[in-house]
């Protein structure tokens, strides 16, 4: 009935609000965590427990992008790539939620994003909804294209901060660094009427030299003996 599925829906998507931080999450925090056990010297498997400002910043970092993009990505996957129906919804959110619960309990790394998105194809296939596979297409092409440069962009301006002495504002030049390649990516799309593909194949060629820009036209960067976030934790 419909009161039911839609009370579905909401335990469901609970469901897969908490696996986000359950799968994502834990991701940043692997590679943070990694990244303090390299800055210690610390080559043992032995388990160490997880600050809680760590815990808190990936938090609120993976909040924030959701709230600021969130709407987008459903209009994007909801409405453009597919439309289903309540019911169709309610099997794609079990659907996408319980192949996340399995990785998770498994301690398998999947993207939700990507899990999410194919649950909603599948959903869409079989209950016979009109699927406009461009737009799937350019949802994967924006992945490839979008990501490397926005993780090398952050990456470069994190150390140019560091390298001033300020580890802990180079942290968060580094977040804005990539929201504002984001906001140019979804500035093109939105206002500009780009195509998603091009729109992350002009933002991708453009981060190219804007990278090598802020890294001094050098293919590397030394830290050593320079603070960062990780020092710090120690």
Same mark, same amino acid.
């Given at each position: 009935s419909g009161p039911a599925v839609h009370d579905g829906q909401d335990g469901s998507d609970a469901l897969t609000a908490f696996l986000h931080g359950a799968q994502d999450g834990q991701k940043f925090l692997g590679i943070l965590l990694l990244g303090i056990a390299l800055s210690q010297g610390r080559q043992d498997e032995q388990t160490f427990l +997880?600050?809680?400002? %760590?815990?808190?910043?990936?938090a609120g970092s993976m909040a924030l992008g959701t709230g600021m =993009?969130?709407?987008?990505? +459903?209009?994007?996957?909801? @409405?453009?790539?597919? @439309?289903?129906?309540?019911?169709?919804?309610?099997?794609?959110? %079990? =659907?996408? *939620? *319980?192949?996340? %619960? %399995?990785?998770?309990?498994? =301690?398998?790394?999947?993207?939700t994003t990507h899990t999410r998105t194919a649950a909603l194809l599948g959903a869409g296939s079989t209950s016979g909804r009109r699927i406009d596979w461009s737009v799937a297409r350019s949802i994967a092409l924006t992945w490839v294209l979008t990501f490397p440069g926005c993780f090398t962009l952050g990456c470069a301006v994190a150390c140019q901060v560091a390298l001033t002495g300020h580890p802990i504002l180079?942290?968060?030049?580094?977040?804005?660094a990539g929201v504002c390649s984001g906001f140019v990516t979804a500035f093109l799309q939105t206002r500009l009427g780009v195509e998603s593909i091009m729109a =992350?194949?002009?933002?991708?060629?453009?981060?190219?030299?804007?990278?090598?820009?802020?890294? *001094?036209?050098?293919?590397?960067?030394?830290?050593?003996?320079t603070d960062t976030v990780f020092s710090l934790a120690k």
């Open positions: +997880i600050p809680f400002w %760590l815990m808190a910043l990936c =993009g969130g709407r987008r990505i +459903i209009d994007t996957v909801g @409405r453009e790539m597919v @439309r289903l129906g309540p019911r169709e919804g309610l099997a794609s959110d %079990l =659907g996408g *939620g *319980g192949c996340l %619960l %399995l990785a998770t309990l498994l =301690g398998l790394p999947v993207s180079a942290l968060f030049a580094a977040m804005a =992350g194949i002009i933002v991708n060629t453009g981060l190219y030299t804007i990278n090598l820009a802020v890294m *001094g036209f050098s293919s590397t960067m030394s830290l050593v003996k």
